[in-house]
């Protein structure tokens, strides 16, 4: 996965999570709802840290396509 593709993903992901968040608007956040824009969070810092990884990597002369996705309780860790 090229820095790009990763771009498209973090794209549609936002893409998603508006048009939730405008239905949201227009009448409320059913638990489906509440549940999925909990989930696209997680996927999009995911794809935020490993942008951020590949970036470093690339920044110290290594191997951008090293960096591997870190699950949600670790990029919790890292945000606190």
């Known amino acids: 996965?090229?820095?790009r593709?990763?771009?498209f993903h973090i794209e549609q992901?936002?893409?998603e999570e508006h048009q939730i968040l405008e239905l949201a608007a227009q009448g409320g956040l059913d638990d489906q709802r509440r549940s999925?824009?909990?989930q696209l969070e997680g996927?999009?810092?995911q794809c935020w840290?490993?942008?951020r990884q590949r970036?470093?990597?690339?920044a110290?002369?290594?191997d951008p396509g090293d960096a591997r996705l870190h699950d949600e309780l670790t990029n919790e860790y890292y945000a606190q």
Do not use: E, T
């Open 1 to 3: 996965m090229i820095d």
């Open 49 to 51: 840290d490993l942008l």
């Open 60 to 62: 110290a002369g290594l």
């Open 5 to 7: 593709d990763i771009f």
């Open 36 to 38: 999925r824009i909990k």
């Open 55 to 58: 970036r470093a990597r690339r």
């Open 43 to 45: 996927y999009l810092d």
């Open 13 to 15: 992901l936002v893409n």
